[in-house]
């Protein structure tokens, strides 16, 4: 018996580099933390207090009763992106060919992997605009590029600025992750704040990734599609979905608008790892956008008198807050306590059972802040904001 | 305050009428003051006509009570229709709810009682002897699933993981 010369009596490394140098988020540890404890508050939760409508369940359990259970094409229903692209154009005035320009995702986070995966190699740099999302940074590192982050904070109310951004810009420069209105922040930009953002896209030659996953909740001004944007169309990826509008975040569906050649790219890798989204989500969400309209408006009413209601709560609790023009996100300063924001977090479960998400987990211009989020019961958020007043008033420098 | 914020603050009271003054102030970002005097005007128009609680008596025991619906036809007088008689109705403390119908009927009469007995009696003896009836067809309810939006016993607790991205 011969042997190869490859054969071998020790153990090979099992995991790869990239992954074994990506940290597990922090939310992570909240989450371990906060779910040991009985009768806590949750300030925690990123997702929508509402279920799905029921017309939208309803659509779902239907598809299933007329026997919808094979795959759909790859980019999703032709129905679907009909239905998207209408949608898009009506609310947002930005038009797409639903034939060559929509890719029906397994939820925005899908979304922003095909993105970053169809357009950037290896030693790109792409800017982050932060405190973001928790995924753009490690998605960007995943896939052998440099995530570089873009800080903002409270002294532009955590919107994204021309000279921040120039700032930041190399040679090896290739992308911009946005994300307004924001997620941890609450921050909203105006059109023509995000025209000074098309600028430097523009002089740089840059693409722009804007996830705009939260453009039904801008509670004081109608949100603008970066795409709607003179000449942006083109350099635009425009991610978002049906999770948080629609209340529908475990059903895993979202969708992005770019133009043909990158969507196309786009579809090569999710026809090659996904095949296709979920069927029976999709006919939900044909359905949600074809009849959600009345419950998205009230699901927004109700999140901006809670939104109004939390800026002011915080504030007189002593923690020193901005409003929040979107999502459904509050992030006040922790500093009146002298804690960082780690050390608030934690103390507020252990003394207070209320759970909140340290800003400093959702990257640079976070620290100091923690993410309050407000899609919860009036009556469990009346109580929440009465134990951080207590907590504040007995920590208070 | 303005026309959108004072329908928010009647969509907000109609949903949940225990909201302090000082909740709904920030809720609307007004002043207290301004909440109250808008609440005030809105009660003075009988926009607002009562702040109630929604009961599930059948969970208290000793109070049990009957409730039937009954369908009324009645022959409508000259020059107020239907109004007179149903301002007849609508006087007797047991009568919680009516409604001009369109359809097979004219009037829908919700009736509570403590007992079937008492519910009958009043069929019998006040409603069906009124001059413009002409017939009754009663209903009586068996159980209560959902009343005014509400969701009796309701189930569906929140299922979110305590802390997500
Ligand atoms: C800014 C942002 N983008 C994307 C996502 C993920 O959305 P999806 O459920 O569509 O994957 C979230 C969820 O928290 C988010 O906050």
């Given at each position: 018996m011969t042997q190869s010369s490859?054969?071998?009596t020790t153990r090979k490394k099992r995991l790869s580099k990239t992954v074994s140098n990506i940290e597990p988020s922090g939310i992570r540890r909240f989450f371990d933390l906060a779910s040991t404890m009985e009768d806590c508050i949750s300030l925690?939760?990123?997702?929508?207090?509402?279920?799905?409508?029921w017309n939208v369940r309803e659509a779902c359990m239907a598809s299933l009763e007329q026997g919808y259970t094979s795959y759909t094409s790859n980019a999703g229903m032709p129905e679907l992106r009909q239905a998207i692209t209408d949608y898009m154009d009506e609310r947002f005035q930005v038009s797409y060919d639903p034939e060559q320009e929509v890719i029906v995702t397994v939820g925005a986070s899908e979304a922003i992997d095909l993105a970053v995966r169809a357009t950037i190699d290896p030693g790109d740099e792409v800017l982050v605009a932060t405190p973001?999302?928790?995924s753009y940074e490690p998605l960007v590192t995943l896939s052998g590029a440099v995530p570089v982050p873009v800080k903002t904070d409270?002294?532009?109310?955590?919107k994204l600025t021309k000279e921040r951004l120039e700032a930041a810009i190399t040679e090896r420069s290739r992308a911009i992750v946005l994300s307004?209105?924001?997620?941890?922040?609450g921050a909203v930009m105006s059109k023509r704040e995000l025209e000074a953002i098309a600028e430097v896209a523009e002089a740089y030659d840059l693409l722009i990734f804007s996830?705009?996953?939260?453009?039904?909740?801008?509670?004081d001004i109608p949100h603008t599609a970066f795409?709607?944007?003179?000449?942006?169309h083109d350099r635009t990826v425009l991610i978002s979905g049906f999770s948080k509008a629609f209340a529908?975040?475990?059903?895993r569906l979202g969708f992005v608008c770019a133009p043909a050649d990158i969507a196309q790219a786009m579809l090569k890798i999710h026809q090659y790892a996904?095949?296709?989204?979920p069927t029976q989500a999709q006919h939900g969400a044909l359905e949600a956008l074809r009849n959600g309209r009345e419950a998205v408006e009230k699901m927004t009413n109700s999140y901006r008198a809670r939104r109004n209601y939390t800026v002011h709560a915080l504030n007189e609790a002593g923690l020193n807050c901005h409003l929040?023009?979107?999502?459904?996100y509050a992030f006040p300063s922790v500093e009146a306590t002298g804690m960082d924001d780690e050390t608030f977090a934690e103390q507020l479960l252990i003394e207070e059972k209320v759970a909140v998400v340290p800003g400093s987990v959702f990257g640079k211009?976070?620290?100091g802040h923690v993410r309050c989020s407000y899609a919860t019961s009036l009556d469990s958020l009346q109580t929440a904001f009465a134990r951080m007043e207590a907590f504040v008033s007995r920590h208070g420098k | 305050m303005t026309s959108d914020k004072e329908i928010e603050l009647i969509r907000i009271l109609e949903h949940n009428?225990?909201?302090e003054t000082e909740v709904l102030a920030k809720m609307l970002d007004e002043s207290e003051e301004d909440v109250k005097v808008c609440m005030q005007k809105l009660e003075d128009e009988q926009v607002i006509l009562s702040y109630t609680a929604i009961v599930?008596?059948?969970?208290v025991t000793k109070e049990e009570t009957i409730a039937a619906m009954i369908d009324v036809k009645v022959t409508p007088q000259r020059d107020v229709g239907f109004d007179e008689v149903a301002a007849r109705i609508q006087r007797?403390?047991?009568?919680s709810a009516l409604y001009l119908m369109s359809g097979t009927y004219d009037l829908s009469v919700v009736v509570e009682g403590q007992t079937m007995d008492g519910v009958a009696r009043f069929v019998s003896n006040k409603l069906s002897t009124l001059?413009?009836?002409?017939s009754t067809t009663t209903h009586f309810r068996?159980?209560?699933?959902?009343h005014d939006g509400v969701v009796f016993n309701q189930d569906e607790k929140d299922r979110r993981m305590v802390v997500s991205p």
């Open positions: 490859l054969h071998t925690g939760v990123g997702e929508p207090d509402f279920v799905t409508p973001a999302f928790v409270a002294s532009t109310d955590f307004f209105p924001n997620n941890p922040t996830d705009e996953i939260y453009a039904e909740l801008s509670y795409s709607a944007l003179e000449r942006m529908m975040t475990g059903w996904l095949m296709c989204a929040p023009g979107g999502s459904f211009g976070g620290e | 009428g225990r909201v599930d008596w059948s969970k007797f403390p047991e009568v001059d413009a009836v002409l068996l159980k209560k699933y959902k």
